[in-house]
């Protein structure tokens, strides 16, 4: 009985603070972690500003988030629509389907080989907007309906990518450097921008998962440029130049479907594929467009 009343005061509480919009506090979507810290969510509702009231996101969601940078969401996208992605991509490869605008990255260690375009040779594909099938992935509602909790409504696909890491040749040359996305986007306001990034199959510490440092989206942009490693950096394979090397990282162990949203300015990278098969994940960057408002540059 006394927790019966206990629970009506909290959701008594909870509306005065954030409206009708507050949902029950529920726990679903949080990041599973192999390493690293997670800061603890310590505030009150009134000072979110990196996610918008809606009524998707549980509190508990909304607080990770603002004190993180990242908030990791379970079985989002379906097999079916996986599979229709995968498919899509191997026709990019046999160059059955040539999409206008489509950027195609080789990875730097197949650069050298007399070998011709293919699932073995592309370590990415940028701005696949005009592949129709690719495209559903920043149409699809399951995706949207979160990605609205971080932007508002009105947005706007500004970027968009299909990972395909390959296993690494021992030069190092599948890592992917540490890294704040924004550095790659002339447009503002940070806060009403988010990544949403789909694993495609299962992925991990072996193949080259993403590691993030949680809280790091709080930072200003820092300086980035091509890191001194040897062997190798794949072309646009910038890296943050100035960071805390002690900062807590975490990896992001994630099932085929899982999608992970993130900050732009989150300090993030990811290691190199030490398997024998090719990792592959798709994502986009989403911006609002409010009509009347200039995008600023």
Not at 15 to 28: C, E, I, K, N, Q
Not at 37 to 60: A, R, W
Not at 101 to 123: C, F, N, Q, Y
Request: hydrophobic share 35%; with cysteine; proline share 5%.
């Amino acid at each position: 009985m006394e927790q019966t009343r206990a629970a009506a005061r909290l959701r008594r509480i909870l509306g005065h603070l954030g409206g009708s919009s507050v949902r029950a506090v529920v726990s679903f979507g949080v990041a599973h972690c192999t390493s690293g810290k997670i800061t603890p969510t310590n505030f009150h509702p009134q000072q979110f500003q990196y996610t918008l009231d809606n009524n998707v996101l549980s509190l508990e969601q909304r607080q990770f988030y603002e004190e993180n940078g990242f908030l990791v969401i379970k079985n989002l996208v379906s097999d079916a629509d996986i599979q229709r992605f995968r498919v899509a991509f191997e026709k990019i490869c046999s160059e059955e389907s040539k999409p206008a605008g489509l950027i195609i990255i080789r990875d730097v260690s197949s650069v050298e080989s007399e070998d011709m375009p293919s699932e073995k040779t592309i370590a990415r594909i940028q701005d696949y907007q005009e592949d129709k099938e690719l495209f559903r992935y920043c149409t699809l509602p399951e995706v949207l309906k979160y990605v609205e909790c971080f932007t508002g409504p009105n947005v706007m696909a500004m970027h968009t990518m299909l990972i395909n890491k390959p296993p690494d040749t021992g030069r190092k040359t599948s890592r992917h450097p540490l890294r704040q996305d924004l550095h790659f986007f002339p447009f503002r306001p940070s806060n009403r921008i988010v990544c949403a990034w789909t694993a495609m199959e299962h992925i991990d510490l072996n193949n080259g998962c993403l590691a993030v440092l949680p809280g790091t989206h709080k930072l200003p942009l820092k300086p980035h440029d091509y890191p001194q490693w040897e062997g190798g950096v794949n072309i646009f394979y910038y890296g943050i130049q100035d960071y805390d090397q002690d900062h807590a990282r975490v990896h992001l162990v994630m099932e085929k479907g899982d999608t992970v949203f993130f900050h732009p300015l989150l300090i993030h990278g990811s290691g190199q594929n030490q398997t024998q098969g090719f990792r592959k994940d798709i994502w986009m960057f989403r911006a609002r467009l409010v009509k009347g408002e200039r995008i600023t540059l």
